[in-house]
C-alpha cells in the first residue's frame, strides 16, 4: 500500500511540473495568424502598374465641367504612403484642390497595392482598422488594376454597378459605371507599367461635373 501511494504522489508532482514549466513558458505569436503591425516593414511595393514609388508633386493636365463652363488647369497629384502589410502596402492618392464643389472627388481615397493586383477602397477609420487588426481588405474594395483582363459580372445592358478591367500590354484600363439611372456616376483609370496612374475620369450621365486628369509628360 505504501509503495502504491508513493507511486501516485510521484506522479501527481511529476503532473505538477509539467503544467508549471509549460504556462511559464514565454508567449510567441504565431506570425501567420497575427494581424500584420500597422508601422512595420512586412512588404515591399513590386507593383509595376503603380507609381514607382511614394511622390509628390506629379503634374496632371485636367478638365473640369463644373455647370456650364470648363476648366483647364496644370494641378499635383500626392501619393502618400499610409502603412505596409503581409500582403501589401496602402497608399493615398488626392491632388490638389481647385474648387470647393469637387474636393471630396479630387482625393481619390485609398489604394491597396499587392503584386499582382491593386484595390481602391473608400478612406474611413474603419477601413485602416479592418486592415490593421484583421489583416484582410475591406468588403467595399474594388478592383481596379491586375495584370490580367476581368470581365463585368453583370451583362451589357443589366442594370446596377458595373465594373471590369480590359489588359493590353503595358497599359491596363479599370472602367466602372451604374446604369440604374440616366444621370449614374462613372469612372474610368489607366495605369502604365512603371508610371502608374496615366488616366483619371469621372462624372455622371450627360457629361455632368466631369473631372478628366491626364498625367503630363516629362
Known sequence: MKKKAMKKRLILICFIII??????????????????????????QNQSFFFPDTKEGISYNATFSIGEGFIDEIIQCQVISI???????LFEIKFDNINDDLDSRLNLGYFYV??????????TEENIKILKEENKLPTDNILVCKNDSVKDVLSENEKGQHHYITANGNTIEFHSYNNQTETG?????????????????????????????NIAKE
Open 185 to 213: 456616376y462613372y469612372e474610368n483609370m489607366s495605369w502604365e507599367k512603371n508610371k502608374g496612374m496615366i488616366f483619371y475620369k469621372s462624372g455622371y450621365g450627360a457629361g455632368r461635373d466631369s473631372i478628366e486628369l
Open 83 to 89: 502603412g505596409n502589410y503581409v500582403k501589401g502596402e
Open 19 to 44: 503544467i508549471f514549466t509549460s504556462c511559464s513558458k514565454e508567449y510567441v505569436p504565431n506570425e501567420q495568424n497575427e494581424p500584420a503591425n500597422y508601422s512595420d516593414n512586412t512588404y515591399n
Open 114 to 123: 499587392e503584386d499582382d493586383a491593386i484595390y481602391k477602397i473608400e478612406k
